[in-house]
Each structure stands twice: as structure tokens, then as C-alpha cells.
């Protein structure tokens, strides 16, 4: 550290890293010292001691949103892929053999617990839980080594994808304002229900929250173009939760959300006609065979989701 308190470009430690990191995943400070149990001046700190040692501005702080800057996105790759790496050396010498599972919100259970228990026992390694805004993303960053994936959208060629199964649909909308306080218009009122359930056919005349970096339901679920006419559009699973409590629109999520998201301006109905929900394991393979710690994984995983089909039925 120079007399200053700045970190000159041979000062920069891994804990630079680490808090550039979150900030950039959080794309804010709150969220990040959350994470990092930081009080969030001492992590403003440390961020801004990292870009004066860089002499380069990593974050663009003018937005009401913390965004990366162009040079900011290209370091944090380089960043993420040396804290993975360290990671993954301390595993290594500690003699610890560690499986990153990726995932946005709500580990479905309880598939989670029984692959995760599964695996744990048969093979003595360690899952560690990475939540991420965008799992695919950090696959391919190589942040994490698996990545669960929600919905039908496509997550492209260069990785493989194994399919555990299906989960129902349902619809998640603001309470109703009181008749005549003056809050309904005519974009954000609630679409109408029929006996206490929305149809996927009445879809059209919805407004549509969706979270488009990592939600199950947006207009790729429409090929032919027959879904919703209005979309509000959010980057993560917390501003989509907030975006349908204010009454912007309507949600559709898996039916685990009803069982364990409790939010007081929120209520749930069902959606009648939807197509099921797939989630799936995506992983990558780069060359040769999937590597040995992935594949077990897997097997877990399928024979987890076997399990709870089977007492699903029963």
C-alpha cells in the first residue's frame, strides 16, 4: 500500500478481486457487502483502491444502477477466472475436491438436497452453491462447473445439457388495489381469472415481467409470436420479485415459488394450458470425456430427480 492508501499495480490482492467481483455480479454495492459480511464504505474502498492501481475505471457509478465499464466487463473475466484458479489450488492442496453448482434463484427441492446428499456421500467431495444472476454465463467463464438451468430457452451449442424434468407453471401478480383508489390503469391491471385460474391462451392480453437473463418465461415460450403484447423487462430474479409486487405485470414461475416465496403485496394463481417448465443441468465439454467429478454429479442428479418422481406418483 503506498502512504496514500492506494494499492499500487504490484499492491493489488486477491481481496481487490474478490470485491470487484461481487459488485460486478451484484451490479451493486449493497448486495455485494451483503455477500461479502463488508460494511459497504469499507468495500467502496477497497473497489476504488483496486481501479487506482489499475490507473482504469472498472465501474460506472453515474447510473442509478452500478454498470461495468467496456474495460471493467474484459477485466472482470480475467478476474473471475484467477480467483477460480486459486480457488481451485487451495482445494487442491488441502486435498479437497469441490463441484461448483451454478444457479439463479431457488434450488428445486427436493431434488437439491437428495443429489447434492448423494453425491457428497459416494464420491467425499464438496458442492459448493454458487448463486449468480446468470449461470450460463459463469459456465462459460468456468466460475462454476455445472449450471441449472429453468425453462426452454436455448443456452447454445457449445455445451451439453442433461434434462432432470418438468415443473408446473404459475402465475404470480400484486394483489388487487381497492376499487377505487385511484392505482389501477389500464396497462397495469390484472388480467381476469376465470374460477380463481389464468389461461395460456388469454396470454396476448397480459403485461409480462420478465426476467430476461435468467427467467422461464418470456417471449421465447411464444415461437409463433401469440404471447404477450406488453413486456417489462428486468436483469435478475430480485427486480422481477419487486417489478410484479409494484403491479407492473405478471409473472409465471415454477410452482416451487409458491411454496417457499412469501412476499405480503403477492398472490399466486394457477395457469391453466401452460406448457410444463423443463429444468435441466448444463455443463460443458470441452474435450475428450466429461470430467470424472461432473459425471458423477450427473448420475446423482438424474438419480435424484428419478427418486422424486417416483414419490410424486405414490
Not at 467502496?44 to 482504469?56: M, N, W
Not at 481451485?88 to 488441502?94: P, Q, S
Not at 405478471?250 to 398472490?267: M, T
Not at 448420475?299 to 405414490?314: G, I
Request: charged share 25%; glycine share 8%; with cysteine.
Amino acid at each position: 500500500m503506498t502512504a496514500s492508501g492506494h494499492a499500487g499495480a504490484s499492491g493489488i490482492e486477491l481481496r481487490h478481486l474478490r470485491a470487484f467481483a461481487a459488485v460486478a455480479r451484484h451490479r451493486s454495492f449493497t448486495r455485494a457487502a451483503e455477500e461479502l459480511l463488508v460494511g459497504q464504505p469499507a468495500l467502496s474502498r477497497t473497489v476504488a483502491q483496486l481501479e487506482a492501481g489499475l490507473g482504469i475505471r472498472l465501474l460506472d457509478r453515474s447510473s442509478r444502477r452500478v454498470e461495468l465499464t467496456d474495460t471493467g466487463a474484459e477485466f472482470l473475466l480475467h478476474a473471475e477466472r484467477t480467483l477460480a484458479a486459486f480457488d481451485g489450488a487451495v482445494a487442491a492442496a488441502r486435498r479437497e475436491r469441490v463441484l461448483r453448482l451454478g444457479f439463479s434463484w431457488l434450488l428445486p427441492d427436493p431434488w437439491a438436497q437428495r443429489a447434492i446428499g448423494t453425491f457428497e456421500r459416494d464420491t467425499a467431495a464438496r458442492v459448493e452453491l454458487v448463486r449468480c444472476d446468470d449461470p450460463l454465463d459463469a459456465l462459460h467463464r468456468q466460475t462454476v462447473d455445472v449450471a441449472l438451468a429453468r425453462g426452454g430457452r436455448p443456452v447454445g451449442t457449445t455445451v451439453r445439457t442433461l434434462h432432470l424434468y418438468d415443473e408446473q407453471r404459475v402465475a404470480v401478480q400484486a394483489r388487487a388495489a381497492a376499487p377505487g383508489d385511484g392505482r389501477e390503469d389500464a396497462h397495469s391491471r390484472p388480467p381476469r381469472a376465470t374460477a380463481g385460474a389464468l389461461a395460456w391462451q388469454d396470454a396476448p392480453e397480459w403485461t409480462l415481467v420478465v426476467n430476461t437473463v435468467s427467467g422461464t418465461t418470456g417471449p421465447w415460450c411464444w415461437p409463433d409470436g401469440g404471447g404477450p403484447r406488453r413486456y417489462v423487462e428486468t436483469a435478475n430474479f430480485d427486480e422481477w420479485l419487486e417489478s410484479v409486487a409494484a403491479g407492473r405485470g405478471i409473472g409465471i414461475v415454477p410452482e416451487v415459488a409458491e411454496r417457499r416465496i412469501r412476499h405480503p403485496a403477492l398472490r399466486y394463481l394457477p395457469v391453466t394450458g401452460a406448457p410444463p417448465s423443463p429444468v435441466r443441468l448444463v455443463y460443458r465439454q470441452d474435450t475428450g470425456a466429461v470430467p470424472a467429478l461432473v459425471r458423477r454429479f450427473l448420475e446423482a442428479a438424474l438419480d435424484a430427480a428419478s427418486t422424486c418422481a417416483h414419490a410424486a406418483e405414490t
